[in-house]
Nanobody, 119 residues
Framework: VQLQASGGGSVRAGESLRLSCTASVSLASLNIVGWYRQPPGKLRELVAD???????KWGDSVKDRFTISRDDTRDTIYLQMNNLKPEDTATYYC??????????????WGQGTQVTVSS
């Protein structure tokens, strides 16, 4: 499974960005797809993910500003980020988890896309 993330950039506080992540396989074959981020000097953390059954799990502090969605016709997930703050500055990574019978769990990461928010 390969994940191609895009959409990062440099914006001012209060502006918006939309990140995209396209998978090389059908989204329906993946148990979990979502976004993590790693701020400078900090650990990677969950932003949000979508799980089989279409329910979402969220990290702290972004749920009221960010929206995660998926388009299965394009095998792509999106992260709409509104009202961005300087503390949202990070490298954003797309992640997928796949459970296969007899093979257990496999995790896949995209290459990361940089989001920089200036005050």
């Amino acid at each position: 499974v390969q994940l191609q993330a895009s959409g990062g950039g440099s914006v001012r506080a209060g502006e918006s960005l939309r990140l995209s992540c396209t998978a090389s396989v059908s989204l329906a074959s993946l148990n979990i797809v979502g976004w993590y981020r790693q701020p400078p000097g900090k650990l990677r953390e969950l932003v949000a993910d979508i799980r089989r059954g279409n329910w979402s799990k969220w990290g702290d502090s972004v749920k009221d500003r960010f929206t995660i969605s998926r388009d299965d016709t394009r095998d792509t997930i999106y992260l709409q980020m509104n009202n961005l703050k300087p503390e949202d500055t990070a490298t954003y990574y797309c992640k997928a988890v796949q459970h296969l019978v007899g093979r257990g769990e496999s995790q896949y990461w995209g290459q990361g896309t940089q989001v920089t928010v200036s005050s």
